[in-house]
């Protein structure tokens, strides 16, 4: 327990501290007000990426958090309430109220599949999502974010072309892998000391892809690898796994603001710790919507001029698959082998203000 926090707080926070981020960056900061009130904010030092463009993942990540508080105190007979900071462009994201109500009291399996979930990046089985298990994932929509579910080979692979033109953006962009070489954790007491960042066995690569990332580690050896295929043969490699899955589901907002990234957020998680109660895997892929947006909207600017045709082709894909609305989140959903253990966090009072 951390000093000054009640049980029940140290058992929110560690719930919430169980949220997805990306690269593992874990951009939360949490102010108990009083017992039962938490103010939830970015550490958005923490959040710096290339993929964080107007701090949209961060918001997305903030909306995991708050779906895994509610989870914890609704398994502890809470009702939560939930008031968003008014938008702009501060750290303030949400507050969170709770309050007794057995009615709201849900199963322990629920918060289980919570503490479980993990992103499992290894490939899936191509089977098919029974239609009942998809429904039960779409039980509990919130309110103004869009899940469509792709399970049709066609669309699956108008997907898996896109995120395999996001991956050869993604691949030969110096400042992109500067960042994910600095967020490598390259063996396990590297893991234990940082507590942050992406841990190399748990990349779904295997000890020889483990072995190859490590020797990737400088760029020029990257660009003259390139030479030889070796971004297109990596961006094949994302687009395989996403085609040979159960599904790809693709969540959209159709109004901007970070309220509704962190709504989105929590629409995530909700089904993400539905899936993990269903035994289904889940994996992100939503490089190619983000590069899209900062493309979009930034033009060319971070970008290498050698990216121009490849950002042109990702618009006018993601502008025919995605007619309304913004993309906000893209991940493979099916069957697999488990992944075993969970990714590390940082020590709980590290998330304190
Ligand atoms: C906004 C966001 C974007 C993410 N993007 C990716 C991604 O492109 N590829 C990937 O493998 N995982 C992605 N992830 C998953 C994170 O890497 C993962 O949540 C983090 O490493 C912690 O691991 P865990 O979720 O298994 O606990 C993303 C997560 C979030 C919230």
């Not at 779906?67 to 303030?92: D, H, I």
Request: hydrophobic share 45%.
């Amino acid at each position: 327990m951390v000093p000054d926090m009640t049980e029940f707080q140290t058992r929110i926070l560690t719930a919430a501290i169980r949220a997805p981020s990306g690269d593992n960056c874990q951009p939360w900061r949490f102010h108990f007000e009083s017992e039962l009130l938490v103010r939830v904010s970015a550490h958005f030092h923490r959040a710096k990426s290339f993929f964080d463009f107007e701090h949209r993942a961060t918001a997305l990540s903030i909306g995991a958090s708050i779906e895994n508080m509610r989870v914890q105190a609704a398994s502890e007979g809470f009702a939560t309430e939930l008031a968003y900071a008014v938008e702009n462009g501060g750290e303030n994201y949400a507050t969170l109220t709770f309050t007794r109500n057995e009615a709201m009291r849900i199963s322990q399996a629920r918060v289980a599949a919570l503490f479980e979930r993990t992103v499992n990046r290894r490939p899936f089985l191509p089977m098919a999502i029974h239609p009942s298990l998809r429904a039960q994932l779409l039980e509990e929509p919130v309110d103004g974010v869009m899940v469509q579910m792709i399970t049709e080979r066609r669309g699956i692979s108008q997907w898996a072309d896109v995120i395999e033109i996001g991956d050869r953006i993604r691949y030969s962009h110096p400042v992109i892998h500067e960042e994910l070489f600095s967020k490598l954790l390259f063996n396990r007491q590297m893991a234990q000391d940082v507590r942050m960042g992406l841990e190399i066995d748990r990349l779904g690569v295997g000890p020889l892809g483990a072995m190859l990332l490590r020797w990737l580690r400088p760029w020029p050896r990257v660009q003259r690898l390139s030479r030889w295929g070796l971004v297109y043969a990596l961006a094949r490699q994302s687009g395989l796994l996403a085609r040979f899955t159960g599904a790809l589901v693709l969540i959209t907002t159709g109004r901007t603001g970070s309220q509704n990234w962190v709504r989105a957020g929590e629409q995530v998680q909700r089904i993400w710790i539905k899936a993990q109660e269903l035994g289904l895997q889940t994996h992100p892929m939503p490089v190619a919507l983000y590069l899209d947006q900062r493309y979009h909207t930034e033009g060319l600017n971070d970008f290498l001029p050698a990216h121009n045709e490849l950002l042109q082709r990702l618009r006018s894909r993601i502008e025919s698959l995605i007619p309304t609305g913004t993309g906000v989140m893209l991940f493979r959903l099916g069957w697999g082998w488990p992944m075993r253990g969970q990714s590390v966090r940082l020590p709980l009072d590290r998330f304190l203000d």
